[in-house]
């Protein structure tokens, strides 16, 4: 059986470059990391992807994705938002095919999807372990939380929030997008 009091940690970002580790007074079960949880349940670190934290509350199992809105994520907001305003290449876009906008779209976020979609498969995998190594017999209900740092401008907190619903409901259903200080 495995005690998962040796994994309750401060949910925190990884140290920026000036040293500085962004975190919550709330504490959850370290799944990432070299001293996390996944270790321990028999995956090498980097086999599958997974969420930083899992809170276990009743029977929801809340994994919990920190980022600092990384490279990519803040290039698809970016080009998102150019997509949206009034302009000659989106109207040049259009006349090509009527379509062409939604698949620029599409294809724009498809990086970061697929990043979220691997943490969500993996994380609920290795719960599911967890379980099976407790002889647990449970269901949960698994929900994703994906925390940015608290300096993350409020535009981009919003449209990953709409963007990420938008596209990943049918899978995770409702997605929480918040900030550290909000935790």
């Given at each position: 059986?495995?005690?998962?009091?040796?994994?309750?940690?401060?949910?925190?970002?990884?140290?920026?470059?000036?040293?500085?580790?962004?975190?919550?007074?709330?504490?959850?079960?370290?799944?990432?990391?070299?001293?996390?949880?996944?270790?321990?349940?028999?995956?090498?670190?980097?086999?599958?992807?997974?969420?930083?934290?899992?809170?276990?509350?009743?029977?929801?199992?809340?994994?919990?994705?920190?980022?600092?809105?990384?490279?990519?994520?803040?290039?698809?907001?970016?080009?998102?938002?150019?997509?949206?305003?009034?302009?000659?290449?989106?109207?040049?876009?259009?006349?090509?095919?009527?379509?062409?906008?939604?698949?620029?779209?599409?294809?724009?976020?498809?990086?970061?999807?697929?990043?979220?979609?691997?943490?969500?498969?993996?994380?609920?995998?290795?719960?599911?372990?967890?379980?099976?190594?407790?002889?647990?017999?449970?269901?949960?209900?698994?929900?994703?939380?994906?925390?940015?740092?608290?300096?993350?401008?409020?535009?981009d907190l919003d449209l990953l929030k709409i963007e990420l619903n938008k596209k990943l409901v049918g899978m995770m259903g409702k997605i929480d997008v918040r900030l550290t200080n909000e935790l």
């Amino acid at each position: 059986m495995i005690d998962l009091k040796l994994y309750q940690q401060p949910i925190q970002h990884d140290a920026c470059k000036e040293g500085h580790k962004e975190s919550s007074v709330k504490t959850a079960i370290q799944l990432d990391g070299d001293d996390g949880l996944a270790t321990d349940l028999g995956f090498h670190n980097n086999c599958l992807k997974k969420v930083d934290y899992v809170k276990l509350h009743e029977n929801k199992v809340i994994l919990i994705e920190l980022t600092n809105l990384k490279d990519e994520i803040k290039e698809c907001i970016e080009s998102n938002s150019l997509l949206q305003k009034p302009s000659d290449i989106k109207t040049f876009i259009k006349t090509l095919d009527k379509s062409a906008l939604k698949k620029m779209q599409t294809k724009l976020w498809m990086e970061v999807l697929e990043e979220f979609k691997g943490k969500w498969m993996g994380s609920i995998a290795f719960y599911e372990r967890l379980l099976r190594r407790n002889n647990i017999i449970d269901d949960p209900h698994y929900m994703l939380v994906v925390v940015l740092k608290n300096d993350t401008d409020p535009k981009d907190l919003d449209l990953l929030k709409i963007e990420l619903n938008k596209k990943l409901v049918g899978m995770m259903g409702k997605i929480d997008v918040r900030l550290t200080n909000e935790l």
